[in-house]
């Protein structure tokens, strides 16, 4: 009886895949007939007569299509679990199976393919790997305790399955090499402190869209707008910092109507106090606005030594009063949208480091005390130390225990740095630029053990998983204790890697989950560069900006260190705002730049769906875009991205054929009418339109140029919405959906690659594993590395 409602359950769905002439026909199956032919029988009916129509299924071919042997056509079953696990199989409009009959086919096919891929593992194989830019940065910090700026170093790095670490883009070009010598040069020398380090020049920037009349976070309290930056001075000597005051194209200031005192202080001790503004100093800027402008500049300047290392330097304005202005007219939060308007508050425009010059010492540095575990008391122990030195430095570069053969060539490289009776520390910056540049620290490499035949599934030795697992959750190398772990060979051992994981994820360092994992799963990169239309969204600031993307931040690290199931991402009743996004969603009685946790009391604000940050990156910059959120549900949700668009796709006709001007709605339907836009905007528009309540840029609205929005739609499984809480309400019903593709995502992420069919026995069993501990963030994270693509490879 099983295998009827299978094979009836099945040919609903095939014919409803190719939408042709017999696909209402429902399958018949006498109760003599082996169940093979049955399903033979069923597949020749209702896809030999519509293979033509393949295309209008995305590709998905069951012609061919064999359930008496399941595993050998496994790349089309997942396709197939997939469809039918999400509703989109069959197709709304189509004879649908009762759900039982659907969850029945689908956990056929499931325990087929899972039993299948016990019998005979398939790890897959990465590609050697290049440690792309955040890993680099984050590698440099851990080895050498010194933060270096990777963007300035190195170019972009490409992306690929939605990351930006998978291994088969991070290639290695000579001019990329020839930029790779060049860091190790310069990050050797700073580290060490090498007092022919030239004097340069650091500049950072305010972006000119943050509005500067409230006070900034980071800056002590009772102060206005103004800069914070933490700056890395490479040797002691002496260093000049520049303040610039932004100013029009007429040269003209902000903020000189009124005296105003600007500071400027490093490590909390203030530098200078400057005064400027006021009504003498107003009249001298309006004659001659140039050279008010440099006298201003060199009054903001200071000279002054500075101890090497890292230091916090700020420069803001000092309020003289807390009461609030009352003689400005503000129509928008905002305080650049007039270009030219000069009256306000004083705003920084950039500050400047120049320096050093009259370098008088390599200084204490955390660098120097992390490189130079010893010190040689005379000659005679200059190489034993050198040796323990580089030594400890290349166990953690190259993430292996250093033999004789490394050891050696790295005191040639020491010696070549000593010649002409060089100093000690010359040696080491020689070999430590040898380490920097050496491909054992760019590529993470996984050497096949000998003698094993090709694609053959092996265990990992345990020097390979904890690069694996330390690139995973920390974006960086192995610390001392996993590299200890694996060179005693404990670490594969399952009590000893779950304590690892557990102590990885407490570790500060994790927080590379967040910037480097999270940020691109959910597109937050993209809100850097997120520009909505002035005229449209005269409010939207870099401060804004800011708030948005911290927000999300935030909430998804408390999903991190507090542990929770990962679906309080989709319906958690709390989130992180300050005043100015407080402001924004509408929240009464939240003021300061802190952020802080608060509850949510409004079901629209309720998980990502809710927040700003994601609904803007998916937005047009002068309006909503229910395409663009809709394949964002699709894609990082739902795990069924849409097919690309066709090429010559026409624009939206924003009128009727009777002059009437059409609806973002009306638009969209009268587009859905093209035949070949249907099938796609069919899946992703209803999603869309149920986040229309929300505008361009995340705020709640109940009207779009003065008509009602319309959020309601039938999602493709049938099921109607009303908005974002009927939408979100039916993600959340399924949680093993979203699940299922945040660890897709994730394992995508651990391993470097992209996920094939083959990959896909392994999320289920993580996501399995995960239901029983409620799908705890932790849980998702130990199935990833215990699983067996993480923790085995294929052989070339």
């Known amino acids: 009886m099983r295998r009827r409602l299978l094979t009836t359950c099945l040919a609903i769905l095939i014919a409803a895949a190719w939408e042709g002439p017999q696909a209402a026909a429902p399958a018949q199956q006498s109760s003599g007939e082996s169940a093979g032919s049955a399903h033979s029988a069923v597949l020749n009916k209702y896809c030999v007569t519509c293979h033509s129509d393949v295309r209008r299924t995305g590709g998905l071919s069951l012609e061919h299509a064999d359930l008496t042997d399941v595993p050998k056509g496994a790349e089309t079953w997942e396709k197939v679990i997939r469809k039918v696990r999400v509703g989109m199989m069959p197709p709304p409009g189509m004879p649908r199976p009762a759900p039982a009959q659907l969850d029945d086919l689908a956990a056929y096919l499931e325990t087929s393919l899972d039993r299948s891929a016990a019998e005979k593992p398939r790890p897959g194989r990465t590609a050697m790997h290049r440690l792309n830019r955040a890993e680099y940065a984050n590698a440099i910090r851990d080895l050498l305790a010194l933060d270096v700026d990777a963007p300035a170093l190195l170019p972009p790095d490409d992306e690929s399955s939605g990351f930006d670490n998978i291994a088969d883009v991070l290639t290695i070009s000579p001019s990329l090499m020839e930029r790779y010598l060049s860091a190790s040069w310069n990050i050797s020398r700073e580290a060490v402190g090498n007092l022919n380090i030239a004097s340069s020049t650091a500049v950072y920037r305010v972006r000119p869209d943050l509005s500067q009349d409230q006070h900034v976070e980071g800056l002590p309290p009772g102060t206005r707008g103004g800069i914070f930056v933490t700056h890395t001075f490479p040797l002691d000597g002496e260093y000049t910092i520049k303040l610039r005051l932004w100013r029009n194209t007429f040269d003209l200031m902000r903020g000189m109507e009124d005296p105003h005192d600007i500071e400027i202080a490093m490590d909390g001790r203030r530098l200078t106090l400057v005064t400027a503004g006021g009504r003498d100093e107003w009249l001298k800027m309006a004659d001659n606005p140039g050279t008010f402008g440099a006298d201003l500049d060199k009054r903001l300047t200071v000279t002054i030594p ?81 040796t323990k030195i580089l030594s400890s430095l290349a166990r953690v570069a190259y993430r292996r225990p250093v033999d004789k053969q490394t050891a050696d060539t790295l005191m040639d490289f020491y010696r070549k740095g000593r010649a002409g009776n060089a100093a000690f520390d010359r040696g080491i910056e020689s070999a430590l630029q040898f380490v920097l540049a050496s491909p054992e620290f760019l590529i993470r490499f996984e050497n096949d053990p000998p003698k094993v035949a090709k694609n053959t599934a092996y265990q990992l030795d345990d020097l390979a998983l904890a690069s694996r697992l330390s690139f995973f959750l ?62 449209a969204f005269p409010d939207f600031d870099d401060n804004l900006r800011q708030a948005m993307k911290e927000e999300t931040s935030l909430f998804f690290d408390s999903i991190v260190r507090e542990d929770r199931s990962v679906v309080d991402l989709l319906n958690a009743d709390y989130t992180f705002v300050n005043e100015r996004l407080a402001r924004h969603y509408g929240m009464p009685g939240i003021y300061g730049s802190q952020f802080r946790r608060v509850k949510v009391t409004s079901e629209a604000r309720r998980g990502l769906l809710g927040q700003a940050s994601l609904l803007t990156v998916t937005s047009y910059p002068n309006r909503t875009s229910p395409v663009e959120r809709g394949k964002w549900v699709l894609t990082n949700l739902l795990g069924v991205p849409p097919q690309p668009p066709p090429p010559n796709v026409p624009p939206l006709e924003t009128t009727s054929a009777d002059g009437k001007v059409l609806s973002l709605r009306e638009r969209m339907e009268k587009h859905r009418a093209n035949p070949t836009c249907a099938g796609c905007h069919r899946v992703m528009d209803p999603i869309g339109f149920a986040l229309e309540s929300y505008d361009g840029i995340g705020r709640w609205r109940k009207t779009e140029d003065g008509a009602p929005i319309d959020t309601s739609g039938t999602l493709f499984n049938g099921a109607t919405v009303d908005g974002v809480v009927g939408l979100r309400r039916n993600l959340v019903a399924h949680p093993e959906i979203f699940v299922g593709v945040m660890t897709e995502k994730m394992l995508t992420y651990g391993l470097g690659r992209g996920l094939e069919y083959y990959d896909m026995p392994a999320v289920r069993r993580i996501v399995s594993d995960a239901k029983a501990r409620d799908f705890r963030f932790s849980s998702l994270v130990l199935g990833v590395v215990r699983s067996t693509p993480f923790q085995m490879k294929e052989a070339k």
């Not at 230091?311 to 270009?339: E, I, M, N, Q, Y």
């Not at 008088?360 to 122990?381: H, L, N, Q, V």
């Not at 570790?507 to 239309?533: T, Y």
């Open 306 to 386: 500075v101890k090497a290392g890292v230091h916090t330097l700020w420069a803001t304005t000092v309020l003289r009063s807390h009461a609030v202005r009352d003689d400005l007219v503000k129509p928008f939060l905002r305080t650049t949208v007039d270009g030219l308007d000069i009256l306000g508050d004083p705003s920084v425009d950039r500050l400047t480091i120049e320096g050093p010059r009259a370098a008088t010492g390599p200084g204490d540095t955390p660098s120097r005390r992390k490189i130079f575990i010893c010190t040689p008391a005379k000659p005679a122990d200059e190489d034993g130390c050198a």
């Open 474 to 535: 920390w974006s960086s190398l192995p610390d001392d204790q996993l590299l200890t772990l694996a060179s005693q060979g404990k670490l594969h051992e399952a009590p000893v890697l779950e304590q690892q994981v557990t102590r990885m994820l407490a570790d500060s360092r994790s927080q590379a989950l967040i910037a480097n994992f999270a940020e691109q799963w959910l597109h937050l990169r993209n809100l850097k560069s997120s520009s909505p239309d002035l005229e």
